[in-house]
């Protein structure tokens, strides 16, 4: 078994030693960060036969980097795929993989809650410029993909789970359906990360995360990558990132290496917190509703259980009351600051619902009032008495 090799069967030591060849940066036992732009050859046939796939030659930095390839192997490795690819930011990740799967008037199935400018990207640029079509699904069940599904169809868009209401799509049986019409199932596994859920296994073609969540951890970071089992779409993939231009920088890559060596000692501190908090908001009076998949009165529970090994940070609650009440509320959080990204150290709160009306809110789950959380790293007890007094104020 190789020294490579035999890390594949435990992930935090693909997190913290898988792709690395000290042997080539000096036995350090932190990669460097290679900021060069371009790299020279000794002959011209060398720079001709240039292979992008091979991890030891490396031509210019819009196409690769040794940095970034480490951070690559890494996410392919915890995702059982054949390769990933490291992008500047979600967006550019996800848009990358839009254009690849889709052409000039295909058809798009995507669900409701999937991540907001990904859906204004569909149905704006791609509808525009494309005259590609999309339908939007709750996607709670296969009947609904079913009933828009097509043989023109040619991606299914998934998020599972949401990272608002917090559902779930049944990834396999979703695959299973796309792969009979011919169409490929791209799905944003940012919330549970490799480590809680492997989509890949279950069927998907793509597997999109955006690294300024857990991935970096810190809060410090922009970027994205994806992950694919199949190594055609993989070469296309790799194309068309090189005509885009979206590859992420070395620093930043450094920076999610880093991150990934911590990801799953955060994760289980991150779970074992939220799971608290939401059953603290469960028994809470003045709470109507908690959408948390680890809690057993999610709807979807048993279906968690059969494709996720676990859940993160992040969950949302309705308060029994109006939107100004949530407000306050959330205005009155010590330790929880107002913001809207989640997945670093700190505890974060936001309204995403407080601007829209109605009819919006009652298609994507949850009323105005919904205020979504992520519990960071500052303590259970800590947390759970912030909420508690800022909920005493309504």
């Known amino acids: 078994m190789s020294d490579q ?115 204004d990207f569909l149905t704006g640029y791609c509808r525009e410029h494309m005259n590609i079509t999309t339908d939007f699904v709750k996607g709670n069940t296969v009947g609904e993909f079913e009933a828009y599904v097509t043989d023109r169809t040619d991606l299914i868009v998934l998020e599972s789970p949401s990272s608002l209401i917090f559902s779930l799509q049944d990834i396999r049986a979703v695959s299973e359906l796309a792969r009979a019409h011919g169409a490929l199932v791209y799905i944003d596994n940012t919330y549970c990360t490799p480590i809680y859920q492997n989509p890949l296994d279950l069927g998907a073609d793509i597997v999109m995360h955006t690294t300024s969540k857990y991935i970096g951890g810190h809060s410090d970071v922009i970027g994205g990558v994806l992950a694919v089992k199949d190594e055609e779409l993989l070469k296309r993939l790799i ?41 603290f908001l469960e028994q809470h009076p003045k709470v109507r509703k908690v959408y948390y998949p680890g809690l057993p009165s999610h709807p979807q529970y048993e279906l968690m259980k059969k494709q996720q090994r676990g859940n993160s ?36 709160v936001f309204l995403p619902h407080m601007r829209l009306d109605e009819e919006t809110c009652t298609r994507l789950g949850g009323g105005k009032n919904i205020v979504r959380i992520h519990c960071g790293l500052e303590g259970t007890d800590a947390l759970i008495s912030d909420l508690e007094s800022a909920l005493a104020e309504i």
């Open 5 to 119: 090799s035999r890390y594949l069967k435990d992930s935090r030591l693909i997190a913290e030693h898988y792709g690395e060849e000290y042997e080539h940066y000096y036995n350090a036992i932190v990669p460097p960060i290679f900021m060069n732009s371009l790299n020279v050859f000794e002959t011209l046939d060398d720079y001709y036969d240039f292979d992008r796939r091979d991890k030891h030659k490396y031509c210019y930095g819009r196409v690769q980097n040794p940095t970034v390839r480490i951070l690559e192997d890494k996410i392919a490795a915890l995702e059982h795929g054949v390769g990933a690819l490291a992008f500047a930011s979600g967006m550019a990740a996800a848009t990358t993989a839009v254009l690849t799967a889709c052409r000039a008037g295909s058809h798009v199935v995507c669900i409701h809650n999937a991540y907001g400018p990904l859906k």
């Open 313 to 348: 940070g992040l969950l949302s609650f309705e308060i029994d009351g109006i939107a100004e009440q949530a407000a306050k509320m959330a205005e009155s959080l010590k330790i929880f600051k107002i913001g809207v990204s989640w997945g670093g150290f700190e505890s974060l």
């Open 239 to 279: 194309t068309n990132r090189e005509l885009l231009g979206g590859i992420v920088g070395p620093m930043e890559a450094w920076l999610m290496i880093r991150g990934l060596r911590t990801m799953e000692v955060r994760l289980v501190q991150h779970e074992a917190t939220a799971m608290k908090v939401a059953e």
